[in-house]
Structures are given as C-alpha cells and as structure tokens.
C-alpha cells in the first residue's frame, strides 16, 4: 500500500505552462542524477536547463527546450517545418516508428531550424533531438541540414549546430549516408561566403554525424562529458588490440587533444555563443 502511494506521488505530471517557471512535462516530482545519484527537484533541475545542481552533470535536454533557452524571447522564426522523412526503400515498419515518435515528441523530424537572435546578434540555429530516432540523420535531416545552410547565406547569417545523434539511419541504408556529402558542401558554400559556422556537440554525436558536418566548424564547442566518436569503444579496442584511456570519446578528452576549441556548461551557453557572434559580427 505504502509503495502505491508514493508510487502516484512521484508520477504527478504538472502541465501548466512553463512561462510561470514550472516544469513542464515532467513525469516525476523528483530526479535522480545518474552521475553523482542526489536526488533533485524536478522544477528546480529544468530551470537550471537539467544540469544537476550537486556535480553539474548535463542531463538530456529537449531540442525546443534549449531552443528557447537559447534564443532571445519573441525573436524565434522557425523554417523549414514541413521537411519530413518517407520511406524510400521500403524498409519494414519505418512508418509506424516516425509516427510512433512525431507523436511521443512533437517534432515531425529529429532536428528542428529557426531564425532569430542570440544575445541581440540574428543568427540560424539547427538542434537535432535524439528522442527522435536517437537523432538519426535520414533524408529529411540532411534536407533540413543543408537547406539552413543555403538559408543562411541567402541571408548572410551565422550558423549554429546543435548534434545530438547517433549517426546515419540505417532504414534508409545508403540514402542517409549521402546526407553526410551534402551537408559538407552546403557548409563549404557557406564558407565561402565568409560566414561564421559554430559546430556544437552534445551528447551523444557519433557515427556519420561526428564524422561530417559536426567537425568542420570554424569553432567546434561541446557540452561537458558528451559522448563523441565515430565507432563504439568496445569496436576500437577489439580491433587495435589495446585499452583504451577510461575518458576516451569524451568531450573532455578531445578538448585536451586538440579537437575542439572549448568544452562549454549548458548554463553559460547563451553567454558564451553571444560573445562570440558579437565578436564576428564586429558590433
């Protein structure tokens, strides 16, 4: 009795509006830190964009979440919507997954696109969601990808990628593979453009994704402790026949190697990409 008590405690969901400061869609009064394992308000932990006020481990974060934790109040113009993936090979049940997840996250595909400022500075934001086919890049991804770009220079605006994903989507076999080339080439126009490209990886960005347009960034930032890598660490170590260091694939460790230019805490990232988008826009 006492278990289903605190059981329909905890799974309390509050559905105001998050305006007010509240948590939205929150299953639980509490949260566990899988890190440092403290339990904390579930309220308090989303107005701190879910990092763990004990350790200041980064929990997951939806893309609309940190969309409008990003962008300055009232600017946000989203593009490119109606952008959403088929089925061109035919692969058995691929239908009924993306419905399945368009109706669990209310997105229609695993990356959203907007248009608005940061910090006073008009800039193009793409954030991938891994709730959505574990942010998957198919057809539509790479569409959505490549046209922010093409966007963007029309406009000549800077570009910032939020990648959360575990590589290429394997339903649409070599389809989603190709993304990987077209994206490159629309971020290489908009280079040549003279424009300002800022890769941002947080956790997970593998396979296809960490090996494309997530590492080409004039500046290539990260979350703290995001899991970065083309293959899986079990894969490398069978095949180079060694141990590899116990920070390996993390932000962390390619920060100390030379693969980016700053691990950055979610809570100073409007901070810190407005300072370097008025840096480059010379205002």
């Given at each position: 009795?006492?278990?289903?008590?605190?059981?329909?405690?905890?799974?309390?969901?509050?559905?105001?509006?998050?305006?007010?400061?509240?948590?939205?869609?929150?299953?639980?009064?509490?949260?566990?830190?899988?890190?440092?394992?403290?339990?904390?308000?579930?309220?308090?932990?989303?107005?701190?964009?879910?990092?763990?006020?004990?350790?200041?481990?980064?929990?997951?974060?939806?893309?609309?979440?940190?969309?409008?934790?990003?962008?300055?109040?009232?600017?946000?113009?989203?593009?490119?919507?109606?952008?959403?993936?088929?089925?061109?090979?035919?692969?058995?049940?691929?239908?009924?997954?993306?419905?399945?997840?368009?109706?669990?996250?209310?997105?229609?595909?695993?990356?959203?696109?907007?248009?608005?400022?940061?910090?006073?500075?008009?800039?193009?934001?793409?954030?991938?969601?891994?709730?959505?086919?574990?942010?998957?890049?198919?057809?539509?991804?790479?569409?959505?990808?490549?046209?922010?770009?093409?966007?963007?220079?029309?406009?000549?605006?800077?570009?910032?990628?939020?990648?959360?994903?575990?590589?290429?989507?394997?339903?649409?076999?070599?389809?989603?593979?190709?993304?990987?080339?077209?994206?490159?080439v629309a971020i290489e126009r908009h280079n040549q453009a003279g424009l300002l490209y800022i890769a941002y990886m947080t956790n997970p960005t593998t396979g296809g994704v960490s090996a494309s347009f997530a590492s080409v960034g004039d500046i290539n930032l990260a979350e703290r402790g995001a899991l970065i890598g083309f293959a899986g660490r079990r894969v490398i170590e069978e095949t180079i026949k060694e141990k590899l260091p116990d920070d390996f694939q993390t932000a962390?460790?390619?920060?100390?190697?030379?693969?980016?230019?700053?691990?950055?805490?979610?809570?100073?990232?409007?901070?810190?990409?407005?300072?370097?988008?008025?840096?480059?826009?010379?205002?």
């Amino acid at each position: 009795m006492l278990k289903d008590l605190f059981s329909k405690l905890n799974k309390k969901v509050n559905e105001t509006n998050r305006n007010d400061g509240t948590f939205e869609n929150s299953e639980s009064i509490m949260t566990k830190c899988p890190n440092c394992k403290k339990i904390l308000y579930s309220k308090e932990l989303y107005k701190r964009l879910n990092v763990c006020t004990n350790c200041e481990h980064h929990l997951p974060i939806t893309a609309p979440d940190r969309m409008e934790a990003l962008m300055d109040e009232g600017t946000v113009k989203p593009i490119l919507e109606n952008i959403i993936s088929a089925n061109p090979l035919n692969f058995p049940n691929y239908e009924a997954k993306l419905n399945k997840d368009r109706e669990k996250t209310g997105l229609n595909e695993a990356v959203i696109c907007a248009e608005g400022t940061i910090e006073g500075t008009p800039s193009v934001v793409a954030i991938m969601d891994s709730r959505f086919r574990m942010g998957s890049m198919g057809s539509a991804v790479g569409e959505k990808l490549a046209r922010t770009f093409e966007y963007a220079t029309e406009r000549r605006l800077p570009v910032i990628v939020f990648t959360a994903s575990g590589g290429a989507r394997m339903q649409e076999g070599i389809i989603s593979l190709m993304q990987m080339a077209k994206v490159s080439v629309a971020i290489e126009r908009h280079n040549q453009a003279g424009l300002l490209y800022i890769a941002y990886m947080t956790n997970p960005t593998t396979g296809g994704v960490s090996a494309s347009f997530a590492s080409v960034g004039d500046i290539n930032l990260a979350e703290r402790g995001a899991l970065i890598g083309f293959a899986g660490r079990r894969v490398i170590e069978e095949t180079i026949k060694e141990k590899l260091p116990d920070d390996f694939q993390t932000a962390e460790f390619l920060l100390k190697h030379g693969q980016l230019d700053e691990v950055v805490n979610r809570r100073d990232m409007k901070n810190y990409l407005g300072r370097i988008l008025k840096l480059h826009s010379g205002v």
